[in-house]
Every structure is written in structure tokens, then in C-alpha cells.
């Protein structure tokens, strides 16, 4: 009799990411949810009450505090994410650009404070890009 069929699967799958030191994937889903929807500073200051599913929920810097998040677990979580969303080409390659640069400024001690500002403001230009057709060289 496994530990899922016996209901506790949900239970056992987040005590493993605990125990791991891993981020919950629907923590993740619920940070980038929060770049997606929320207002700049709202999303990155708000509190987070655990529910993933209501939009305002979301508060990254809380999600770093409360559940040791690190942006770079943030940043691989995001990067399937990313790929999954329906942008147009020139918005994914800017933001996926973008977060490659963010994750190389960590690995040389760059503030994780500041790069979390960058990686929100990444977020909010590709949505703004999605929205405009790509330029064309002439």
C-alpha cells in the first residue's frame, strides 16, 4: 500500500521538497503568477497566505523568506514555465535572455535583492513586448 494511494501523496510530495531543500513547484508557479498579474510592487511585496490559486496571493519576497526560496531555484522553476507560455518569439527570447543574464550576475555576488527587482522588471518589458509586433530590420 503506497503513501499516494492512501491519500497522503500531496503530503508526502511536500515534505520531500522540505526535507530537499527543493522548491515546491507550485510555490514557484505561484511567484511567477504574481510577475505575470501583479503590479511591480505588489508582486514583489505583498504577502503570501499559501493559497496558490487566488492572484493576489503571491508575495515573492515573502515566498524567499518564509520558504527559503532562492532566486536561483526561482529562475530554473521559471525557465519551463517560460517555455510553456504562449509568447510571441521575440518576448520569450527577451526574457529568457534576460534571466540567463540575472543568473550570471548571481554567480558573481550580485545582490539577490536587485536581481529579483531585474528579474520582475524582465517579466513586466516581455509582457509589454508580447503586446507589440516585432521591429523589422530593413
Given at each position: 500500500d503506497?503513501?499516494?494511494?492512501?491519500g497522503?501523496?500531496?503530503?508526502?510530495?511536500?515534505?520531500?521538497?522540505?526535507?530537499?531543500?527543493?522548491?515546491?513547484?507550485?510555490?514557484?508557479?505561484t511567484?511567477?503568477?504574481?510577475?505575470?498579474?501583479?503590479?511591480?510592487?505588489?508582486a514583489f511585496?505583498?504577502?503570501?497566505?499559501?493559497?496558490a490559486?487566488?492572484?493576489?496571493?503571491?508575495?515573492?519576497?515573502?515566498?524567499?523568506?518564509e520558504?527559503?526560496l532562492a532566486l536561483?531555484d526561482?529562475?530554473t522553476?521559471?525557465?519551463?514555465?517560460?517555455?510553456?507560455?504562449?509568447?510571441?518569439?521575440?518576448?520569450?527570447?527577451f526574457?529568457?535572455?534576460h534571466?540567463?543574464?540575472?543568473e550570471y550576475?548571481l554567480?558573481?555576488?550580485a545582490?539577490?535583492?536587485?536581481?529579483?527587482?531585474?528579474?520582475?522588471?524582465?517579466?513586466?518589458a516581455?509582457?509589454?513586448?508580447?503586446?507589440?509586433p516585432?521591429?523589422?530590420?530593413?
Open positions: 503506497s503513501v499516494a494511494s492512501r497522503l501523496g500531496d503530503v508526502y510530495k511536500r515534505q520531500v521538497y522540505l526535507c530537499t531543500g527543493h522548491p515546491h513547484p507550485q510555490d514557484i508557479e511567484a511567477f503568477q504574481a510577475m505575470l498579474e501583479q503590479e511591480f510592487t505588489t511585496q505583498s504577502t503570501y497566505d499559501g493559497t490559486h487566488s492572484p493576489t496571493s503571491a508575495a515573492i519576497q515573502t515566498l524567499r523568506v520558504k527559503g536561483t526561482l529562475l522553476g521559471m525557465h519551463a514555465l517560460v517555455l510553456s507560455l504562449e509568447l510571441p518569439p521575440h518576448a520569450r527570447v526574457l529568457l535572455d534571466m540567463a543574464q540575472i550576475r554567480s558573481t555576488n545582490s539577490e535583492r536587485v536581481q529579483l527587482s531585474a528579474l520582475l522588471a524582465s517579466v513586466k516581455a509582457v509589454e513586448l508580447a503586446h507589440t516585432p521591429s523589422s530590420s530593413s
